[in-house]
């Protein structure tokens, strides 16, 4: 029943901001790292971001001075604030978190729908 629901995803042109959300939900005992993957176009999977239960954060070379990473861990939700959005920043992005069920002793990895980041130029 643990799920994450992802929220923010859209079209924007270059330079302009865009802010993503991710919620957790469902029967969650804890959770460990969250953070945000992207899949360009005819490209793998990488990781954009992600930060620590103490909020200590890992963010892409590319993407760093640009993206900041922040976590609720009251409220469960982790944000990837995007900023000076460029074309090749347009890709879908997924959330993504370790997290271990209410009741049971190993942590899952969880992933989001998937929202589609559309960076016009």
């Known amino acids: 029943q643990v799920q994450l629901v992802e929220s923010g995803g859209g079209l924007v042109q270059a330079g302009g901001s865009l802010r993503l959300s991710c919620a957790a939900s469902?029967?969650?005992?804890?959770?460990?790292?969250m953070g945000w993957y992207r899949q360009p176009p005819g490209k793998q999977r990488e990781l954009v971001a992600n930060i620590a239960r103490n909020g200590s954060p890992n963010v892409l070379d590319s993407v760093k001075g640009r993206f900041t990473i922040s976590r609720d861990n009251a409220k469960n939700t982790v944000s990837l604030q995007m900023n000076s959005l460029r074309p090749e920043d347009t890709a879908v992005y997924y959330c993504?978190?370790?997290?271990?069920?209410?009741?049971?002793?190993?942590?899952?990895?969880?992933w989001g729908q998937g929202t589609q980041i559309t960076v016009s130029s």
């Open positions: 469902g029967s969650i005992g804890s959770i460990n790292t």
């Open positions: 993504n978190a370790e997290i271990r069920p209410r009741f049971t002793s190993l942590f899952d990895t969880y």
